[in-house]
């Protein structure tokens, strides 16, 4: 009875280390990917908010997600000095997304996303570009708009390279800015379609 009683003993005492070891390298894993995704949100977050800027200098307004109400203390709005607010948890955000609200020429929608999702038990991000195509009549369910997608930079987290990402954000931003200027969204466009694949159209 007694060598019975520590058999089993023995299989939960082995048990319990490897469960001990096990939680160590989970929480040791999720600590430093949530490192990564602080470091690289911070980022993004300043950058997009700097484009917002310069697009709100001519007059061209977009929206930012999450707004800026949520993670900025200003000095003086919006150009004025900033700081992150203490109550916003960077590491948490698993979208951002800069969107164009100018109602000419079909731009309303046009927006340049992040967003993260996990494969094979790793975080990764994905960096897009969203624009309405036009608008379609369908029999049985009315007109819809048609919406593109356009994929700029995708890797796991772990791999991220904030100079390639701010080379394509340069590459997009500068095509953006200048369709605004010359009134011409055909320019932006084109640019997408001819440099970054397509990777899914749907109806909304």
Excluded at 132 to 154: A, M, N
Excluded at 162 to 189: A, I, P
Aim: proline residues 2%; contains cysteine.
């Amino acid at each position: 009875m007694v060598a019975k009683k520590k058999a089993k003993e023995n299989w939960f005492e082995s048990l319990d280390k490897e469960l001990e070891e096990q939680t160590k390298e989970i929480i040791e894993s999720f600590g430093e990917q949530n490192t990564q995704k602080l470091e690289v949100n911070r980022s993004l977050i300043e950058d997009f908010w700097k484009i917002w800027k310069r697009f709100n200098k001519i007059n061209v307004h977009f929206t930012i997600e999450p707004s800026y109400t949520a993670f900025a203390q200003f000095d003086e709005f919006p150009y004025g000095g900033w700081k992150w607010r203490t109550s916003f948890n960077v590491a948490g955000v698993n979208r951002i997304e800069l969107v164009d609200r100018t109602q000419d020429q079909g731009r309303i929608g046009d927006a340049l996303r992040v967003s993260y999702y996990v494969e094979n038990n790793k975080p990764s991000i994905r960096i897009d570009f969203q624009y309405c195509e036009g608008e379609h009549y369908y029999k049985y369910s009315g007109w819809k708009r048609i919406y593109s997608q356009h994929l700029l930079y995708e890797e796991p987290l772990e791999k991220v390279q904030m100079g390639d990402v701010h080379g394509v954000f340069r590459d997009v931003v500068k095509t953006w800015y200048e369709s605004h200027l010359k009134r011409n969204r055909s320019l932006l466009l084109n640019h997408l379609k001819s440099k970054y694949p397509s990777v899914e159209t749907f109806t909304q």
